[in-house]
């Protein structure tokens, strides 16, 4: 068989060549836009069906240098760590925190539901954390960080894995957070229930999310200063004899950083230009992550996948509808985040808001929801999973 390796600078070449693809195909096929699947997935996707089918046939086994994905991954969680802002979960008040509460009840509780399906399975219980929060509330972005740390314990193909079940969710997690919302609001009548909240002291937080052109050299140069720390963090955390990621010492020191700049005002932190980097670097991850996949390894883990996933899908259906719309206060808005934890509760936030736009759209808007889920789900959410899967991890 003919082997082909790539350097680092033709990986990344690559990767720009799938993230284009996978743009361009979004705006052909209109259900890969509607369910916002990324374009690295859809790009990558293509790849990596493609190197499969050259593998399998013995025509061309392609290999990469995965340098810069490391590299592109940790600048990415650590623009994750500086959205963690306790002033605003303060500020936010008793719903916000509640929220939080449950959200951090669902991490635990589909970790736990992943480990007790795989026993009754018979099957690795590292195959059930590749389809518990890591890929659920973690999306593609934790998938391709925990799936190197999973193969490192001796699970082959864990990025595969992952990555596949990030996949699914995307997808499952659109499909029924609006049609969840709509019953909701239709069987209980809930357009009675609707109230605008004053939420200006929330609103105000995003203010500061301006960007400007001068401050993405002082926001690149933050991101920077937060990695180098946090590598001596990540050494000192490594002694314990625990299993961390490779980032979880930036994302500490990037959170340190936001909430000294918050409560002192002696610096500003440029969060605006920080979350456009953090996306750049998110979809270079991506991209790489997803033209490297081995989709061959996947063929004999094929059943205990797919049952883990509908498990899993169901599970969240059930939390969202009687979980999530009861605590938070059985009236419209209460439905309204039921259908976005849809979203992010096995995807990512994108899909959350796309899941509210479609209820709000169609009946009323809910300023209430549009406020929680994208601070839980863009500042907390991925900050509080890593935590989790690293004490899962270690548990095992």
Not at 133 to 140: D, E, K, L, R, Y
Not at 301 to 328: D, E, H, K, R, S
Not at 364 to 380: E, N, R, T, W
Request: glycine share 10%; proline share 3%; hydrophobic share 50%.
């Amino acid at each position: 068989m003919l082997q082909l390796s790539l350097d680092m600078y033709q990986t990344l070449g690559a990767a720009v060549g799938v993230l284009y693809l996978g743009a361009w195909l979004r705006k052909k096929i209109r259900v890969l836009e509607t369910f916002c699947i990324p374009a690295p997935v859809v790009g990558g996707l293509i790849f990596a069906i493609t190197s499969c089918i050259l593998y399998v046939t013995g025509l061309l086994e392609l290999s990469f240098d995965e340098t810069l994905k490391n590299v592109c991954m940790v600048m990415f969680f650590t623009s994750v760590g500086f959205q963690a802002n306790l002033k605003v979960l303060k500020s936010g008040g008793l719903s916000l925190l509640i929220f939080l509460i449950c959200v951090i009840i669902l991490i635990a509780a589909q970790n736990g539901l992943a480990l007790g399906v795989t026993t009754i399975l018979g099957v690795d219980p590292y195959i059930g954390l590749c389809t518990g929060s890591i890929p659920m509330v973690g999306g593609h972005g934790t998938a391709g960080a925990f799936g190197p740390v999973l193969e490192d314990l001796g699970l082959v193909g864990a990025t595969t894995l992952c990555t596949a079940a990030a996949t699914f969710g995307l997808l499952a997690g659109s499909l029924m957070g609006g049609p969840l919302g709509r019953r909701l609001i239709i069987k209980h009548d809930l357009l009675k229930t609707t109230v605008q909240a004053d939420d200006s002291e929330l609103i105000a937080d995003e203010k500061k999310h301006h960007r400007s052109s001068r401050n993405y050299a002082p926001a690149a140069y933050q991101i920077a200063i937060a990695m180098g720390l946090g590598t001596i963090i990540s050494l000192q955390l490594s002694k314990t004899g625990m299993t961390f990621p490779v980032y979880i010492g930036a994302m500490i020191v990037a959170a340190f950083m936001r909430n000294i700049s918050e409560f002192s005002n002696k610096f500003t932190i440029y969060m605006g230009e920080i979350n456009d980097i953090g996306g750049i670097c998110l979809s270079l991850f991506l991209g790489i992550a997803m033209i490297t996949l081995k989709l061959w390894q996947l063929a004999e883990l094929a059943l205990p996948l797919i049952i883990l996933l509908l498990v899993q899908t169901i599970f969240m259906g059930l939390f969202a509808y009687f979980v999530i719309y009861n605590i938070m206060g059985r009236d419209y808005d209460a439905a309204v985040l039921a259908a976005g934890s849809c979203g992010f509760g096995m995807g990512a936030t994108p899909n959350a808001m796309a899941n509210m736009q479609a209820i709000t759209d169609k009946f009323s808007p809910s300023v209430k929801a549009y406020i929680l889920v994208p601070i839980i789900g863009s500042m907390f959410a991925d900050f509080i999973n890593t935590i989790t899967i690293t004490l899962f991890i270690n548990l095992l």
